[in-house]
């Protein structure tokens, strides 16, 4: 499992090329020092942290379907082998925008450095994390079942990104949503709800896995 996971985090970074990660880097600085700096005391708006934990998502449809979509020969088993690639998509698809995050949260506190420590509200945070990690893992257990089972890595990628335009399109312009929101991070109701869910998305994680481990092994 290690020797998968290593060598699908290689091809992960091999797969960028040098314009893949010219755009990187120019996406990197807009969201660590241009967005903050922007959006300045609003940068603390939890929806725009939602946005951010989000990114993870469209990190994990494109690498999860890029690590399944030729057929491999290995000496170990499918369910090693399932959980190495899924690890090294996961790993990259949810560190970098939580360290992007981190950074924009670090860009801010030195911008305004007068008014003192500028963070979110920590069981807010805390729970958009955990609900972010499991989800990422979700979205890379979908994309990897599409994938196999349409035989094509092109159409599961189109279906998969127009479910995901439709859930940023959401967080972006939905209004509705947003005052109802900041309360509920405020007050510890996203929170509370996010821990009650995470057990519910997390089984649905171990189903999922179980179903990749099957068709790879049949």
Sequence with gaps: MTAVFTNELKLILRRFGPMGWTVFAAIAVLLVYGVPRYYS???L????TLIYA?????FALS???QAFAESESVNISAAQFVAGKLAAVVAF??????????????SLNLIKHAAGRLMPQTPFLASVLLLSLLLT???????????LQLGSPDIAKRLLRI????????LLFGSNWTPQLRLSALDGSFAHTAFLTAPVIALMDVLLYRAIVRSLSH
Excluded: G, R
């Excluded at 989000?54 to 469209?58: E, Q, T």
């Excluded at 698809?93 to 670090?106: M, N």
């Design 54 to 58: 989000s990114l993870s998502l469209l």
């Design 163 to 170: 479910a995901m335009f439709i859930v940023v399109a959401t």
């Design 45 to 48: 708006d939890p929806k725009i």
């Design 41 to 43: 005391y609003q940068f």
């Design 137 to 147: 893992l979700l979205v890379s257990e979908v994309a990897i079942l599409l994938t």
């Design 93 to 106: 698809a949810w560190t970098t925008p939580v360290l992007f995050l981190a950074l924009a949260l670090l």
């Design 63 to 65: 690498l999860a379907v």
